[in-house]
């Protein structure tokens, strides 16, 4: 700190360092909060029974079990289709084209599209209009789609997560020298055999990235899924594509909002929180090595 | 085997195995380039079709004669006789004798909650983002970055849930408030969830400044304070309204952490210790018991496609600033 500003700019900058510190001490308070009173609850029968007398005792595997269909049957949606947009957009459209900030735009907003309105959106296309025509057309108006469902659910997490797909494999796909391109192109190959056998290996990294944030982004949602098929509580695990599903989230706000008794869910609540944090905690931690690691070569090859 | 098949039939076959590969190639060329612009394009389609059914089940509200004896956009917005037969006013009853949908009190609620949002998290991630960016030794920043990841990537009904069992009982604990849950315990909750995101456009505006510009305000004898606040700042100024805009959409449209630390009663209050029923909770708390197709039904898609699209013109305010950021810069350099 030098001429003149002496006192005002020191203390200025003080309280700059003071928001980083109320900041990193709100997320060490949150997580500190949770692993105190969580962890002593988490045993291997925690996790693999079922929950018991009002879910006040017993485990959560329904809803680890729910929660990994949907985020499979949302990562076969939104892997090729967030992939093949991306691929489009660094490969295909010609730069600066109008095409192309059009799809820009629309991932870019899909990205702020709240999730209650992924939800209505789901409950009201997937499963009163796809749902609705399915059984019209196949089991002769019975209600068999048309209605909340785990592939409904995972649909629309799957349009919730494209952005989020789509923005790391763009970056992956600008990470990979130009010359890998001009080399396969020289060698005859078309641009489907370029994008397939050089581009798409050379990006598995950003691939990876985008799906691990995508599952680790659709195993803590809660209102997309609220009305299209998660449900409070299944004495049996979902088995076919149109059963309901109990899911980690969802579960914990049932558990949280409509107990009959807090006091005696907390414990089983805590450490369903715990499970459900370093869930996603766990994913968010790989994806980012494995992004830093593209972010490195990038600056390398440059 | 194999071989076999190639030896015995390659006198005849010659000129078909030169060309069968290549057409293959073409043709596959011609298919995946087919599919994967029907793949992108299903981006636009996507939000579109958001758009247009979430308009489909909103538009009964405006049009419909059977709704219309329920509820009409009048009765919406203006006040409304109370069942009893007292002086007029405005309440969201959505179940009741004679349904009331007046949205007076859920828009209040949504104000109120996410100003208190907005004011905590802005402040906040702006100075910390200005920190990291021009003060910050690289250990802060190496422990500041990492925990904004985190925050960002906590799931939102873990939020919720830490602020109905933890936050609220401390702020009860300093304000003696009535109610726990309450407008400013969301609002607390909810700058959570906004902080990452105005941190991460905020402080990617200020590193985008050009090095030349803190070069030539350093060498005019201007302290770092100096350059921060006189240059750098008034530099960024459009990326850091475009993490204002895109934090004011993220906080507006967030619903488990309101749905569950807010006390969702829908009450005409200014107060920050009242509770408060938003637009986005209100949605996720009732369209679980409404019927399909009800004027109640229809309330609930207005307010959603209301949350659509006004998060569509903050988001497209907000990529807007951040291009006007680039320009500029990139035209001062």
């Known amino acids: ?302 | 085997m194999r071989d076999g098949g190639v030896l015995s039939g390659s006198r005849q076959m010659n000129t078909q195995v030169v060309q069968r590969p290549w057409k293959k190639a073409a043709l596959a060329d011609r298919v995946a380039s087919h599919v994967i612009r029907f793949c992108a394009f299903l981006a636009i389609v996507a939000l579109i079709l958001i758009f247009v059914f979430i308009g489909r089940e909103a538009l009964p509200l405006l049009t419909s004669q059977e709704v219309h004896k329920e509820a009409d956009l009048a009765r919406l917005l203006l006040p409304q006789p109370a069942s009893s037969g007292g002086a007029a006013g405005f309440t969201w009853q959505p179940v009741s004798q004679t349904p009331k949908y007046s949205l007076l009190p859920l828009f209040l609620g949504t104000l109120k909650v996410t100003s208190i949002a907005v004011l905590i998290a802005i402040p906040l991630a702006v100075a910390a983002a200005l920190y990291t960016s021009e003060f910050a030794p690289p250990l802060v920043r190496e422990v500041l970055k990492p925990c904004i990841e985190i925050l960002a990537g906590i799931p939102s009904v873990v939020i919720g849930f830490f602020c109905l069992m933890v936050v609220a009982d401390w702020l009860q604990g300093v304000f003696g408030w009535t109610y726990r849950l309450n407008a400013m315990t969301a609002g607390v909750g909810l700058s959570l969830a906004v902080i990452p995101i105005v941190f991460t456009v905020a402080e990617d505006a200020f590193t985008s400044v050009p090095q030349a510009f803190r070069e030539g305000s350093l060498a005019m004898g201007a302290s770092a304070w100096q350059t921060a606040s006189r240059v750098v700042l008034p530099a960024a100024v459009p990326g850091v309204l475009a993490a204002c805009f895109l934090g004011f959409g993220r906080a507006i449209g967030e619903t488990m952490i309101v749905l569950m630390a807010s006390g969702n009663a829908a009450i005409i209050s200014w107060l920050p210790s009242d509770a408060v029923r938003t637009f986005s909770a209100t949605i996720a708390a009732e369209l679980g018991e409404v019927v399909f197709g009800s004027a109640h039904y229809h309330v609930l898609f207005f307010l959603g496609a209301f949350l659509f699209v006004f998060t569509f013109v903050l988001n497209l305010l907000g990529r807007w600033w951040v291009v006007q950021l680039q320009k500029r810069l990139q035209g001062g350099s």
């Open chain 1, 1 to 302: 700190m030098s001429k003149g500003t002496g006192i005002g700019g020191t203390f200025m900058v003080s309280m700059m360092a003071l928001a980083c510190a109320v900041i990193v001490a709100m997320v060490a308070i949150i997580i500190g909060n949770i692993l105190l009173h969580g962890a002593g609850g988490i045993s291997w029968e925690f996790l693999s029974r079922a929950p018991e007398a009002g879910m006040t005792r017993g485990g959560i595997f329904p809803a680890i079990f729910g929660t990994a269909a949907l985020v499979i049957l949302m990562t076969i949606a939104v892997i090729p289709l967030g992939v093949a947009t991306a691929v489009y957009m660094h490969e295909y459209a010609p730069k600066r084209s109008r095409m192309i900030g059009l799809v820009r735009l629309a991932i870019q907003n899909l990205a702020g599209v709240p999730a209650i309105v992924f939800g209505l959106f789901g409950y009201v296309f997937f499963t009163k209009f796809v749902g609705a025509a399915i059984d019209r057309g196949l089991y002769g108006g019975e209600l068999v789609y048309g209605q909340p469902a785990i592939v409904w659910a995972a649909l629309t997490m799957a349009l919730l997560t494209l952005p989020t797909v789509v923005v790391a494999t763009e970056e992956a796909l600008r990470a990979i020298p130009q010359s890998y391109r001009e080399a396969a192109y020289a060698l005859g190959a078309t641009r489907w055999q370029m994008i397939r056998r050089v581009v798409l290996p050379q990006a598995t990294g950003g691939i990876l990235t985008g799906g691990i944030l995508a599952v680790s982004r659709g195993s803590g949602e809660v209102a997309p899924v609220m009305f299209t098929g998660a449900a409070y509580f299944l004495p049996e695990l979902p088995r076919r594509l149109h059963d309901q599903f109990m899911e980690l989230g969802y579960h914990v706000y049932v558990m949280t909002t409509q107990s009959i008794d807090v006091e005696a869910t907390k414990p089983v609540l805590y450490s369903t929180v715990l499970v459900l944090l370093m869930l996603t905690f766990l994913l968010n931690f790989t994806a980012i090595m494995i992004r830093s690691r593209i972010r490195r070569r990038l600056r390398h090859d440059r």
